[in-house]
């Protein structure tokens, strides 16, 4: 169990610098690639859901493998989240 707050804007916080500096890895930078794994990370650690904390999980793992970080799948996350706060 994380020891984190549970926080949507956290999540999205970290989805959102986590694919600014995924970008930067791919303008020359490829220093931040750690900066984008710690991020997914810390994203995952606010989810109050297994399920999200899952999905992000899944994302991270796939960069680690591929180094490859899909805009849409952070879309289709953040929009999970919206659905959650308004339930």
């Known amino acids: 169990?994380?020891?984190?707050?549970?926080?949507?804007?956290?999540?999205?916080?970290?989805?959102?610098?986590?694919?600014?500096l995924y970008e930067e890895t791919r303008n020359g930078y490829p220093e931040d690639r750690i900066l984008v794994i710690g991020h997914l990370d810390q994203a995952a650690n606010h989810a109050s859901s297994q399920e999200i904390r899952e999905v992000i999980r899944e994302l991270r793992k796939g960069y680690e493998t591929n180094g490859q970080l899909d805009y849409g799948n952070i879309t289709l996350i953040t929009s999970k989240l919206d659905t959650e706060t308004e339930n």
């Open 1 to 20: 169990m994380n020891n984190k707050r549970e926080c949507n804007e956290c999540i999205i916080k970290h989805l959102g610098s986590a694919y600014v």
